[in-house]
T-cell receptor, first 115, second 120 residues
Framework: AQSVTQLGSHVSVSEGALVLLRCNYSSSVPPYLFWYVQYPNQGLQLLLKYTSAATLVKGINGFEAEFKKSETSFHLTKPSAHMSDAAEYFCAVSLGYSSASKIIFGSGTRLSIRP | GAVVSQHPSRVICKSGTSVKIECRSLDFQATTMFWYRQFPKQSLMLMATSNEGSKATYEQGVEKDKFLINHASLTLSTLTVTSAHPEDSSFYIC????????????????FGEGSRLTVL
């Protein structure tokens, strides 16, 4: 069965520093993987997705993620953190390829940015 | 991207009453919508899959008589929390896929803004 594990429930970085949020997946078939961001009391916004095309995926707000099959990882990075990046980040996997396929979320990582 | 809208964004009700939350796809049609529940500082838990014109599919452990789901049209799904109790207080979020590109599944779900339910 597919699942995702996010390492680190809370990550704190200085403004301007590298952001690295870790996600490992488990899947018996090539996965669809996603990173979503959630601001307080709001829904989720898609940052980026991997759907078996390029392994390095670029998303919005300067974020990118690299799919590494050998490591079963899909870590999220951003070269230089901005105060506005403070939010909750969720890694997710789709349980199939059909339009009705469910998406399962990791436990989330709260990103804090220090001035 | 596609827009999904939820209403109301916040609702406070008394214990024992029922509350309806609406989820609409504003610029696309959705044969399938997904309802999630989120407790404070926790991840999203999938509650059920809402299917247009047929019964919803509930995840294990979710009471279908407590959480009634109706997907009467291609742009509207509703979640009704029946006889609400304080333990039902939570953040409920709906989502859907946009398949207008020839029905191709592009993978991602688009999420509503969420509805915060507080049961007194």
């Amino acid at each position: 069965a597919q699942s995702v594990t996010q390492l680190g429930s809370h990550v704190s970085v200085s403004e301007g520093a590298l952001v690295l949020l870790r996600c490992n997946y488990s899947s018996s078939v090539p996965p669809y993987l996603f990173w979503y961001v959630q601001y307080p009391n709001q829904g989720l916004q898609l940052l980026l997705k991997y759907t078996s095309a390029a392994t390095l995926v670029k998303g919005i707000n300067g974020f990118e993620a690299e799919f590494k099959k050998s490591e079963t990882s899909f870590h999220l990075t951003k070269p230089s953190a901005h105060m506005s990046d403070a939010a909750e980040y969720f890694c997710a996997v789709s349980l199939g390829y059909s339009s009705a396929s469910k998406i399962i979320f990791g436990s989330g990582t709260r990103l804090s940015i220090r001035p | 991207g596609a827009v999904v809208s939820q209403h109301p964004s916040r609702v406070i009700c008394k214990s024992g009453t029922s509350v309806k939350i609406e989820c609409r796809s504003l610029d696309f049609q959705a044969t399938t919508m997904f309802w999630y529940r989120q407790f404070p500082k926790q991840s999203l838990m999938l509650m059920a899959t809402s299917n247009e014109g047929s019964k919803a599919t509930y995840e294990q452990g979710v009471e279908k008589d407590k959480f009634l789901i109706n997907h009467a049209s291609l742009t509207l799904s509703t979640l009704t929390v029946t006889s609400a109790h304080p333990e039902d207080s939570s953040f409920y979020i709906c989502s859907a896929r946009d398949l207008t590109s020839g029905g191709k599944n592009t993978g991602e779900l688009f999420f509503g803004e969420g509805s915060r339910l507080t049961v007194l």
